[in-house]
């Protein structure tokens, strides 16, 4: 990338939305170790990272309300980018395309393509999920306002959408390491313009029509 | 009998197999609660409170005889009183003492995260080592009687231990030695069952039909059984529940869709690999930084090509 001072960058990422998916990372990595220590005795080991079983269980559900707090946070900033819409349908049935890097055949995608809005949903869903049931599972200050039948249940449900979310995210991580490009932009917060034309060609058209509004070219 | 309540059959959360050369040979153990010979003394409670140095806080009284009115980590045992009026219009006391049922299919060990904080000894006793415990509560939304509870003070699960440490050492467990009516026995539970068989006989002639043994198989039977003159009924003394088992959400729970859910999410990490080492990255090449360059160029026309220096455009 000897010319990367000669391409136009874009920002893609404020340091303020930045800051905010790494709290929300950090939170989550956290969450998801000492859970997982809870999970099942094969990862019980996990739970030395956090000073023994006692410490995991007492700080497992703050990590999980911070997670939840810095996601509500990121979802209001990004929620009207993530509207599906008729191409993303389209976008998903060509799921072939997207996985084997055929991406000038798909349908030009704004700000996100069909598959972050769908895992921004899922982890609506799960978080709405695991905070509900989490609260019900909260032995300390919680579930002896519950009876015993919502609380076996509420441990399920806890479980499966934090099976579903831990499988998401994995999905997520290996896509920015798949994606070149991801990763710096939501670490240093730019994009250059070939990765916005290649990967968000709707967004890309967007910014440019926005910076320079069609004022008579002649 | 001593050696072997000190052999661990069951652990939990551990997923090899118990040391199990050395078997009950010899039966398992039970404690047996006549019913019909309770008199609700609560020699049994204070025994208890004794032999494991337990002092519960003095509470109030509720309007019944139950005292303290719940079990608690401080109360392992518990009289329950029932005024029941039976059809010919009499009043029957029924008592129970109430506790832990030392199953042989234990919900709390099932459900239970921390390896070793619940035991099932090779004799049927199921045992708490508190040292272990995390204080989660698993073990109280896996069991099927509402018996363990978590302290205050330390954030444990305590329960009854069937007197596990007296036990290892050929004794019976406290309250039995109190009880003063024979109401309370302790032995292998074949004997137990005997014993049982004989007094429901003698209950069933005198009249009490539906007397019967309380050994529920829906958790696999239990370690402490009652002998109740309404077993039809289990219901009647203080809501003993008449077919206790796992809750099936606790199996859906505990069961193999753990170890399936960790093999998927590793599957998951695995995919991802692999799909790296097969396909590859997706990255933008000259060709995409130059069709966005002339994107650029039209859309503003009259400036220079872009490219001197690195301008920054917010969305």
């Known amino acids: 990338m000897s010319d990367t001072e000669h391409r136009d960058t874009i920002v893609r990422y404020t340091p303020r939305v930045r800051t905010n998916h790494w709290l929300l990372a950090l939170a989550f990595v956290l969450a998801a170790l000492s859970g997982l220590a809870l999970f099942h005795p094969a990862l019980f080991w996990l739970s030395g990272l956090f000073g023994g079983g006692p410490w995991t269980r007492i700080l497992h559900p703050f990590i999980g309300v911070v997670m939840a707090l810095v996601f509500v946070f990121l979802a209001a900033t990004v929620w009207d980018d993530n509207r599906l819409q008729a191409a993303d349908w389209q976008w998903l049935r060509q799921w072939r395309d997207v996985v084997n890097n055929r991406e000038e055949r798909l349908p030009e995608v704004g700000r996100y393509n069909a598959g972050q809005k769908l895992l921004f949903f899922v982890i609506v869903l799960c978080l709405t999920g695991l905070v509900l049931s989490g609260i019900v599972i909260w032995r300390a200050y919680f579930s002896l306002y519950f009876s015993i039948g919502v609380i076996r249940l509420a441990a399920l449900v806890h479980a499966v959408c934090a099976f579903v979310l831990v499988c998401s995210i994995l999905v997520h991580i290996y896509a920015a390491i798949w994606v070149k490009g991801s990763v710096h932009a939501m670490v240093r917060g730019t994009v250059t313009s070939g990765w916005a034309w290649k990967h968000h060609r709707a967004w890309f058209r967007q910014i440019i029509h926005a910076a320079h509004p069609r004022t008579g070219p002649d | ?315």
């Not at chain 2, 806080?57 to 009115?69: K, R």
């Not at chain 2, 003698?202 to 019967?212: I, N, P, T, V, Y």
């Not at chain 2, 099936?248 to 995919?271: H, N």
């Open chain 2, 1 to 315: 009998m001593a050696l072997q309540s000190l052999d661990i059959a069951r652990r939990s959360a551990t997923t090899t197999p118990e040391p199990q050369v050395r078997q009950s040979y010899t039966g398992t153990v039970a404690k047996l609660i006549d019913t019909s010979k309770c008199i609700g003394c609560k020699a049994c409670q204070v025994a208890c409170m004794e032999w494991n140095d337990l002092r519960d806080d003095i509470g109030t009284n509720v309007g019944s005889y139950d005292n303290p009115p719940d079990l608690t980590d401080r109360s392992w045992t518990v009289m329950r009183f029932t005024e029941y009026e039976n059809p010919k219009g009499d009043l029957e006391w029924l008592i129970r003492k109430d506790g832990c049922m030392h199953c042989a299919d234990p919900g709390c060990l099932k459900a239970c995260p921390s390896p070793g904080a619940i035991v099932q000894y090779a004799n049927g006793i199921v045992d708490f080592h508190e040292e272990n415990c995390i204080g989660c509560g698993y073990c109280v939304t896996g069991c099927p009687f509402d018996v363990p509870r978590i302290s205050k003070r330390d954030k444990k699960a305590y329960k009854c231990t069937l007197c596990s440490d007296r036990v290892a050492v050929g004794l019976e467990p406290a309250c039995i030695k109190a009880c003063p009516t024979g109401a309370l026995v302790f032995g292998t539970k074949e004997d137990m069952q005997q014993h049982a068989a004989e007094r429901v006989a003698d209950l069933k002639s005198r009249g009490f039909e539906q007397a019967g043994l309380y050994d529920p198989s829906g958790v696999g039977g239990t370690h402490v059984m009652y002998v109740l003159h309404h077993a039809d009924r289990p219901q009647l003394y203080a809501g003993l529940a008449a077919d206790p088992h796992i809750s099936t959400f606790v199996r859906l729970w505990k069961g193999k869709t753990k170890p399936l859910a960790l093999v998927v999410m590793g599957l998951t990490a695995l995919a991802g690999f692999f799909h790296f080492v097969r396909v590859g990255p997706n990255e933008v090449d000259e060709r995409d930084e130059a069709a966005a360059r002339q994107a650029l160029e039209s859309a503003q026309p009259r400036r220079p090509p872009p490219g001197a220096g690195a301008a920054e455009r917010r969305p």
